[in-house]
């Protein structure tokens, strides 16, 4: 009588929302799980009725805070249930069921809503499983299935009530997350070969893109070890740091590597580099315990490919002795790109070109002769020291050399993948050592030289034109310098827009020509919205590539009149001169935010990047400056305030800008 009454009601609501008349015939039952998954998005929304039995594999009514998570699965594959929020009910891996419902739409693939569950016994869970491919996770055919998967435990996460696997694979890292159990030593795991059954789950974005997969399993009693780990994974034998990664024949998935060396960096909670004779190499770790540079240190973790380079992840340290010294090597830039000093320590001179404090770390750009290169200073270790850095000064630095690979060189000739470019990590301000202060010569005084040479080359005509070709040349060749100082000291290195001198410079002959001709100037204030996750997350490359592609769209979407400036980290401010109309800057500003709305690729990752933008605009009682920046200023928190990805207006009848503790800031 309730599967009748059900199925009826369902009918009813779907031929209400045809409409009388309408001669479609009844949507069939979908009576498996198979059925009732492997249809269409715009299938499932129609809401087919569904009628199962089916046994329980998975539920828990806390793991996701918007509905309780439940799992069902049949002869013929599994399905997601989607229960009410917080629905706790008295089910357990194992339960059989007969559940209806109808058919819809989940967050990636079709699911049950609203269905009506009967305990009518209890089963064993699946005898078997499907055992898919990466490739076959990552299609998206496996979606909520009974699967099982083999690897090596590479770590364990515990938080609240649950426990989270990172299991390496032949294709890759799946995570694997169930209840937490009591009297489990889950530690004890770590490096083992097991056999885990659980749910497929995709790991989506907000559009339904799947972006990964990973996998839920109801209890400790679905995971079987295949091979344990030995009992001290120190005790095993020191691999050199040069032979991390090299043929072992019959190895496919490998356990625990034991390096030994030196501590030559230490930036506690984000990377470690330690070095073995003149061999180095760096790890990215969470550890922030006593360890400190110099200290001889045993290391334990999974090898990894990490930019083209070994590596080990989900490292442990242990110390083995105080106050060793590493050895320092000096280095060249053309010797440090031919990789030969990678991920050491070494000492490099330059001369200081430029200075970047964006996102969080100082990053010093050097010239050393012909080429180019760059040093890092975290934000931890930054002081007043570097005020004294000035630009033109030569420097000698001490830290790890690091020479970045170019993925595009890796399938030419015979496989050897090429360096692009070199950076040195430094550990703290006094790994910058000052050989030479900046020259005494000065742009007017260059002038002014050149203008007495100038006198005397004229005085001098008589000795002939072989001298005067001479001092042509080498007056040519300075002003060439000249317009290459001037540009990189208007300029901003990373984008090449017009930095903040070059900006107010331009803003204020806009302000002042408006004025004259009774015109409006328009100024947008541009922020990216969470940048620092896209650093946190993929790297200070990938945000510089953002940084380059922003600064393009935005060149791109105004007047070749405008002006878009770079202020510095992730902000951008455009000057709209000889507008007619102020509402002319609000379009500018929403042209702006859809251009950004775009998706956006860089280095083959797809990212989603929104802005929050303040709008303003002179009027007769803003014709300052520093006026209308503060108000765009205030007009872009405003845009974050409710809730990014918009912009906002402001006008001279707003409060000027205010203080705030960085409590009170919005984050970008």
Request: charged share 20%.
């Amino acid at each position: 009588m309730r599967r009748t009454g059900l199925l009826a009601t369902t009918a009813a609501l779907i031929f209400a929302a045809h409409g009388p008349g309408h001669c479609s015939p009844p949507l069939r039952v979908l009576s498996t799980c198979r059925a009732a998954h492997d249809i269409s998005l715009a299938e499932a929304s129609r809401g087919y009725p569904v009628h199962l039995h089916a046994v329980v594999t998975f539920y828990d009514a806390n793991l996701d805070p918007r509905h309780a998570a439940l799992f069902v699965h049949d002869a013929t594959g599994s399905i997601f249930m989607a229960l009410p929020s917080r629905t706790v009910l008295p089910l357990k891996a194992g339960i059989l069921l007969d559940i209806e419902g109808i058919s819809g739409t989940g967050d990636y693939a079709p699911v049950v809503l609203n269905p009506r569950l009967r305990i009518i016994g209890s089963t064993s869970l699946p005898p078997t499983a499907h055992r898919p491919t990466m490739t076959e996770l990552l299609s998206g055919s496996e979606d909520g299935q009974w699967i099982e998967i083999q690897g090596i435990v590479q770590a364990v996460h515990k938080q609240n009530r649950y426990v989270t696997f990172e299991i390496g694979t032949v294709g890759g890292m799946i995570p694997a997350t169930g209840p937490l159990e009591p009297a489990v030593n889950y530690d004890r795991l770590i490096d083992s070969t097991v056999t885990l059954r659980g749910n497929a789950v995709p790991v989506f974005n907000t559009t339904r893109q799947m972006v990964g997969a990973r996998l839920l399993f109801p209890t400790i009693r679905q995971l079987r070890i295949v091979e344990w780990p030995p009992p001290d994974p120190f005790a095993a034998p020191i691999t050199p740091i040069a032979q991390l990664l090299w043929f072992t024949p019959g190895v496919v998935l490998r356990h625990h590597s034991h390096l030994r060396g030196v501590v030559t960096l230490y930036w506690p909670g984000r990377l470690v580099c330690i070095q073995e004779e003149s061999r180095g190499l760096c790890m990215v770790s969470d550890s922030r315990g006593a360890m400190r540079v110099g200290d001889t240190v045993d290391a334990v973790g999974f090898p990894a490919i990490k930019d083209l380079k070994p590596t080990l992840e989900n490292v442990s340290f242990r110390i083995v002795n105080h106050a060793a010294s590493p050895k320092v090597a000096v280095v060249t830039v053309e010797k440090a790109l031919a990789a030969e000093r990678d991920q050491e320590l070494v000492q490099m001179e330059g001369q200081l070109i430029g200075q970047d404090r964006a996102a969080g770390e100082l990053t010093l750009d050097l010239r050393a002769g012909p080429s180019l290169y760059s040093a890092v200073l975290p934000d931890l270790s930054y002081n007043s020291t570097a005020a004294r850095w000035k630009e033109g000064s030569t420097l000698r630095l001490t830290g790890i050399c690091e020479v970045l690979m170019d993925s595009r060189t890796s399938g030419d000739g015979y496989g050897a993948v090429k360096p692009r470019s070199v950076r040195v990590l430094l550990r703290t301000p006094g790994d910058v050592i000052i050989l030479k202060e900046p020259s005494w010569w000065t742009r007017e005084r260059v002038i002014g030289l050149l203008a007495v040479i100038a006198l005397l080359a004229l005085s001098a005509f008589a000795w002939g034109i072989t001298l005067r070709r001479k001092v042509e040349e080498q007056t040519q060749a300075i002003r060439q310098n000249q317009e290459r100082l001037r540009h990189l000291s208007e300029h901003d290195v990373l984008t090449g827009l017009p930095n903040r001198f070059l900006l107010n410079d331009r803003l204020e002959m806009a302000l002042k020509h408006a004025a004259r001709e009774r015109g409006i100037v328009g100024v947008l204030l541009v922020d990216l919205d969470r940048f620092k996750d896209i650093n946190d997350r993929l790297g200070h490359r990938i945000g510089d590539l953002v940084l380059r592609e922003t600064a393009a769209r935005l060149t791109s979407t105004v007047r070749a009149t405008d002006t878009v400036a770079r202020l510095g980290g992730d902000e951008f401010v455009v000057v709209l001169p000889d507008l007619t109309l102020d509402s002319e800057a609000e379009l500018v500003a929403s042209k702006i935010v859809e251009r950004m709305r775009e998706p956006m690729s860089v280095d083959r990752v797809r990212l989603a990047i929104s802005v929050s933008v303040g709008v303003g605009s002179s009027g007769p009682d803003c014709v300052a400056a520093e006026t209308l920046l503060h108000m765009v200023d205030a007009a872009m928190y405003r845009a974050k305030r409710c809730g990014r990805n918009n912009y906002r207006l402001s006008s001279c009848t707003e409060d000027q800008p205010r203080s705030a503790s960085p409590e009170t800031v919005p984050q970008s």
